[in-house]
């Protein structure tokens, strides 16, 4: 309607949200959103568009590129910009806040995907040289920026409950902390996209961030459990255990109910109300991690801790909590994760898939080194054990790895040395060559790890990894099931196998490098390879598929199968 009035540029930032009467402007029309926001099904945080362009925020939600959100917006259309703010139909750049800005600063060894929003994983070989990923190690996922919450006023910041029969009950974290039980949870956190680009490189293109292997983390958690803070907040429901009860009772059985999770940034998700009261489930309310406040990028100053469960569910700035008939509404519950068919494409029936919540079976190789490497002791965890066992305990060829001590450190320049080595070296027949393999291995629902098997030969031949007992140390693992992961060390022997050696015939330090580095190269068509094979088995026997054709899903999500890893060993 070209009759409507336009507006400078200036006029519309006075529309802000602390207005009360907020704007927003896409391309170069105006609109007044005030009545928008309480159907919004992202709540208020439209209004960080508010006085300016909604388009820089709708580009990161990109669910709202359709037209039947265009449609919406359309409602509150109330003019356009002058002519004189626009460049080529828009409002200039520089109008736009960037909405990162306040973003926190990130340790330098995580390797980005994508930098806005941040999502990063640690670089395999140091992933799993702790049991418990340093903080500023742990893979990052975030849909979106980091909400700013000022440190004075964190006991302020307040967690909503909304009951069934609608009652509300706010929370301030500072009311958390005193008026409930402390817990601790040692669980592991791993994205349904965790090794998205293993299943692309061998069954297909796939959807999604390309995740290595270290999308997954192990961390002690601490904070109040769910299941307090909704009985307190008053939730009323049957026996859990018990369906003619509720029917007896009239209370809704947790089978059939939701616990909506809800973030400050808009993200969220749910998971079965049954998960929640599980008294076994330890659904934590975190606000320490590792012994530390929970860093921002990790959900400061609170966020769920879903154990067992995909990370996807672990919502990170909670700000509220839905007990519903229905899983939360978001595209994050709804359609992303979620896994399907091999034939059913990258446009599937969203409905009919369950969410993913109980993650399967999985488990990888973080490192592996070759020859004089382990012969010496340069590897961080042989070096550890010979240190605190006087020579290293050999028993069966797999050495007693107690400790893991040093820091093996590489400069980015030694990596690029190393990746450009590509001339054909001087080789030696040898009739064995020590080989050292590490990695993790994990199962969802509070399943253990029973066993780890290793090929060194692509599958034909395996044997046993041995697994850590990191949990046997008192107050190492806190829980009332196994949500935490396996580490495993494997020394072997790599025979029938003709390996280069440096022109000096010595290894030196740099050399020691795993040859697994996160963007390793394709290996398939160099000479003295052979190809390494890890999967392990939980406690209820579950099995990791062998292909990953044979779960490809175009979304790449719960990539699962056997991991294989082509070593070209340099020394
Ligand atoms: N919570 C909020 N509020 N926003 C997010 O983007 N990402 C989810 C989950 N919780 C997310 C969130 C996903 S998909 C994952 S894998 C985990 O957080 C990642 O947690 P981390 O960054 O602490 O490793
Ligand atoms: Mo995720």
Not at 45 to 63: D, Q, T
Not at 482 to 493: A, F, K, M, S
Not at 510 to 516: A, I, V
């Amino acid at each position: 309607d070209p009759s409507l009035p336009r507006f400078r540029l200036k006029d519309v930032r006075q529309h802000d949200a602390a207005s009360g009467k907020p704007w927003v402007t896409y391309e170069d029309k105006v609109y007044d959103i005030t009545d928008w926001i309480a159907a919004h099904p992202g709540g208020d945080v439209i209004l960080r568009a508010a006085g300016a362009s909604i388009e820089p925020y709708w580009n990161i939600f990109s669910i709202h590129k359709s037209t039947h959100v265009r449609e919406i917006l359309d409602q509150y259309l109330i003019g356009f910009i002058e002519v004189a703010d626009l460049v080529n139909g828009r409002p200039a750049v520089e109008q736009i806040e960037d909405p990162f800005k306040e973003d926190p600063a990130r340790d330098p060894r995580l390797i980005s995907h994508t930098v806005k929003p941040r999502n990063a994983e640690p670089p395999n070989e140091e992933l799993d040289r702790e049991f418990q990923t340093p903080n500023g190690l742990f893979y990052v996922r975030n849909h979106m920026w980091v909400p700013v919450i000022e440190e004075s006023k964190v006991g302020e910041h307040g967690l909503t409950i909304e009951l069934p029969d609608g009652e509300t009950r706010t929370y301030t974290l500072a009311e958390l902390k005193e008026r409930f039980p402390t817990h601790k949870v040692t669980a592991v956190l791993q994205c349904s996209g965790n090794r998205r680009n293993d299943m692309t490189r061998h069954a297909g293109k796939t959807n999604g961030l390309q995740w290595g292997v270290s999308a997954i983390s192990n961390a002690e958690w601490e904070g109040v459990r769910l299941a307090d803070v909704l009985a307190d907040a008053g939730l009323k429901v049957a026996d859990a255990t018990s369906t003619t009860q509720s029917l007896v009772s009239g209370n809704p059985s947790p089978n059939s109910l939701h616990v909506q999770l809800t973030g400050l940034e808009a993200y969220g998700s749910s998971i079965p109300l049954s998960k929640a009261l599980d008294p076994s489930g330890d659904v934590l309310l975190a606000f320490g991690m590792n012994g530390q406040t929970l860093p921002r990028d990790h959900g400061y100053p609170l966020r769920a801790v879903v154990p067992g469960t995909v990370a996807a569910r672990s919502v990170k700035w909670l700000s509220k909590i839905v007990v519903s008939d229905e899983e939360s509404p978001s595209q994050w519950q709804r359609r992303d994760y979620k896994s399907f068919g091999p034939n059913e494409g990258p446009s599937p029936d969203w409905d009919r898939a369950v969410s993913i919540q109980e993650m399967p079976v999985t488990s990888a190789i973080t490192g592996v080194w070759v020859g004089d490497c382990v012969r010496k002791g340069r590897v961080a965890w042989l070096s550890g054990a010979r240190s605190q066992h006087g020579g290293g305990k050999q028993d069966g060829g797999i050495v007693d790895v107690g400790g893991v001590e040093r820091k093996v450190g590489f400069t980015p320049q030694d990596r690029a040395n190393n990746a450009k080595e590509e001339a054909p070296h001087n080789t030696k027949e040898t009739s064995a060559e020590p080989v050292a393999v590490q990695g993790y291995a994990y199962s969802g629902g509070g399943r253990g790890i029973a066993r780890v098997d290793i090929s060194l030969d692509g599958g034909k031949t395996w044997d046993q990894a041995e697994l850590l007992d990191d949990c046997s140390k008192p107050g190492a693992c806190f829980g009332n099931k196994n949500w935490t992961w396996r580490r495993w060390r494997y020394l072997g022997q790599l025979s029938e196998l003709s390996l280069p050696v440096s022109s000096s015939g010595t290894t030196a330090d740099n050399d020691c490098e795993s040859s697994t580095p996160n963007n390793s190269k394709d290996l398939r068509t160099k000479k003295h390879c052979t190809t390494l094979v890890v999967k392990a088995t939980d406690d209820a026997y579950n099995a990791q598929p062998e292909s990953h054709a044979a779960i490809f899903n175009a979304r790449g999500n719960l990539a699962t199968a056997w991991h294989r890893v082509r070593i070209c060993p340099k020394c």
